[in-house]
């Protein structure tokens, strides 16, 4: 069974642009979660979304945001990026709301 | 909103011995707990898990058990091994609401 996948798997960007980061579930997740890991720090989150629907987002300004398509693989997006944006981006999926989330590998973001 | 606190930041034990975690956790209506083990440069892997409706869990060498009264859960670790260096988080999940702690260094001294 293929694990949650994400990509890029690395970016560099400089501040002021957009920056898109892609997941795909575990075939058969509905729920998809996205978080912030800051370098040193832990797992900040950010955004859930189910069965296509944004079902609550962290404490995060507008700038991010993102979607879920109908093969439940979603994006996040963040404009108008800032130096502090600097961290690795991570998606994860489960069945539904408390159920174990399996963790892809990655997206690290490097605003220069 | 939820607020959750994880201790110690940094652990070392000796190859053998065992390992504690504590996380406590403000909302008492939060009723799911992950624990998440990082590996330098890899994924959180999910290792063990615990609802509000039992008290203790265990997996092999790895425990946890939940106080709902006092609000606090804890990770246990016994022979722990090299292999068992790593970062760990706890969580505490109600319903929509997801909050991890702010992790735990784990360093098995051979």
């Known amino acids: 069974e293929a694990g949650v996948t994400q990509s890029p798997t690395h970016l560099i960007k400089t501040r002021g642009q957009q920056v898109t980061l892609r997941c795909s579930p575990i075939s058969g997740h509905t729920s998809v979660y996205w978080y912030q890991q800051a370098l040193g720090l832990g797992l900040q989150f950010l955004l859930w979304?189910?069965?296509?629907?944004?079902?609550n987002r962290g404490n995060f300004p507008p700038r991010f945001s993102g979607r879920q398509f109908p093969n439940y693989s979603s994006e996040l997006n963040v404009n108008a990026l800032e130096l502090e944006d600097s961290a690795l981006y991570l998606c994860a999926s489960s069945l539904g709301a408390r159920q174990p989330q399996h963790f892809g590998d990655g997206t690290r973001l490097s605003i220069l | 909103g939820e607020n959750v606190e994880q201790h110690p930041s940094t652990l070392s034990v000796q190859e053998g011995d065992s390992a504690v975690i504590k996380c406590t956790y403000s909302d008492s209506a939060s009723n799911y707990f992950p624990w998440y083990k990082q590996e330098l440069g890899k994924r959180p892997q999910l290792i063990i898990d615990i609802r509000s409706n039992v008290g203790e869990k265990k997996d092999q060498r790895i425990a946890v058990t939940l106080n709902k009264t006092a609000k606090h859960f804890s990770l246990h670790i016994t022979e722990t091994q090299p292999e068992d260096s790593a970062v760990y988080f706890c969580?505490?999940?109600?319903?929509?609401?997801?909050?991890f702690g702010t992790g735990t260094s784990l360093t098995v001294i051979p």
């Open positions: 969580a505490a999940i109600r319903g929509n609401q997801f909050y």
């Open positions: 979304y189910d069965e296509g629907e944004e079902r």
